[in-house]
């Protein structure tokens, strides 16, 4: 077994995890009918992020680009805001897990050999 696919399936298990709690959360707690700006800010990057997730599975590259430009922007937008970075144990894996993607993505290339002719 590649690097390529142990990098890519751990990928594919976090994101299919940090979506699926994410889900259960919003589920759970609903939306609040009115958000503050720096909320909608954070909100909008979680759901770039978890759609970068998302997309990943089928699109390494551009998924992993998209959840890491997600992920970025919501650390971002709390340091500025709050001015301290988010807690917690689940908020770094929405960081690592486009990393991993875009390794796997890297390390497919790295190791494609393109058939003879």
Excluded: D
């Excluded at 551009?62 to 908020?91: K, M, S």
Aim: charged share 10%.
């Amino acid at each position: 077994m590649s690097v390529a696919v142990v990098l890519r399936w751990t990928a594919r298990v976090l994101s299919a995890g940090l979506v699926f709690v994410f889900c259960i959360f919003a589920l759970g707690e609903g939306l609040p009918a009115r958000l503050k700006l720096n909320e909608a800010l954070l909100f909008a990057c979680l759901a770039l992020c978890l759609g970068g997730l998302l997309t990943a599975w089928r699109l390494e590259t551009i998924g992993g680009i998209l959840a890491l430009l997600g992920a970025v922007g919501f650390y971002a937008t709390e340091l500025l805001t709050r001015h301290r970075l988010p807690g917690g144990w689940i908020l770094p894996l929405l960081l690592i897990t486009p990393l991993l993607f875009l390794l796997a993505a890297w390390f497919q290339r790295l190791c494609y050999h393109p058939p003879l002719k």
